[in-house]
């Protein structure tokens, strides 16, 4: 069941957004060479407590931290830990957290110093293809639709989207109905209405689709070692059109 949100609760989850975008611009400007993603996992959980929210993952099925630290081959829920980042490589932090009894989810890929072209072109294509997922997500579409844009972006310049994992609902739950899967045709599944609330999460490789999960039961990589990037926003559906709600400039 798709649970709609009322004005009042969207007011909550643009407040749980901004913060979540605001964690993340921070993450963002300390990212460089020689920085841990345990010392960026710390940062994260700081903020939470200074801010008296709850991150959203730390717990979550058992996920022992704040962030989800995914570097270069690791597609989504990697374990931050104490290796220093290095020039050329890329960082995906995934974040959430609740406050007021409602979660903002987001995530972004960031470059570790200067990037080669195909990872730079990996990274503004990802990007773009939640863009495209975001511009689909309109009143009267359907949710396939969201899918469909993501999937044609990527595919455009030749990257292949993940399978294995989706986007989704999310509100007084990280996790609600519906999932949106970054692939698939047009004008398929629910219509799309005003007080949805979603998390656009498009995950791109470089090479294959193919992923599979380490035997810590949660790190995602890629099956041939090349890379992969992952960008998210929490989004809500409005009467205007689609409105992003974690992001600083509300
Ligand atoms: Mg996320
Ligand atoms: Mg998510």
Redesign the pocket.
């Known amino acids: 069941m798709i649970v709609l949100k009322s004005a009042s609760e969207l007011e909550k989850m643009r407040k749980a957004g901004r913060m979540v975008a605001e964690v993340l611009a921070d993450l963002r400007e300390r990212v460089r060479p020689g920085i841990t993603t345990l010392e960026l996992d710390r940062l994260a959980e700081e903020k939470c407590i200074k801010w008296k929210a709850r991150p959203a993952f730390k717990g979550y099925g058992g996920f022992p931290f704040t962030i989800?630290a995914s570097p270069n081959d690791r597609v989504v829920h990697g374990f931050p830990n104490r290796q220093p980042l290095q020039e050329g490589e890329i960082i995906s932090i995934?974040?959430?957290l609740i406050i007021d009894g409602y979660f903002g989810?987001?995530?972004v890929t960031i470059p570790v110093g200067e990037i080669d072209e195909t990872t730079r072109r990996l990274l503004t294509v990802t990007k773009e293809s939640l863009e495209s997922g975001i511009a689909a997500a309109q009143p009267g579409g359907r949710l396939s639709d969201i899918s469909h844009a993501v999937q044609a972006r990527v595919e455009q310049d030749h990257f292949s989207v993940v399978r294995e994992f989706v986007g989704h609902g999310i509100g007084r739950q990280l996790h609600e109905d519906p999932q949106i899967p970054n692939f698939g045709p047009p004008a398929q599944g629910p219509k799309l209405k005003a007080g949805m609330t979603l998390?656009i999460?498009p995950m791109v490789n470089v090479g294959s689709p193919a992923v599979k999960v380490l035997e810590d039961g949660w790190t995602a990589v890629t099956v041939d070692g090349r890379r992969s990037a992952h960008f998210?926003h929490t989004v809500a559906i409005t009467e205007n059109g689609p409105e992003i709600l974690t992001c600083l400039d509300l």
């Open positions: 989800c995934d974040f959430g989810d987001s995530a998390a999460e998210e």
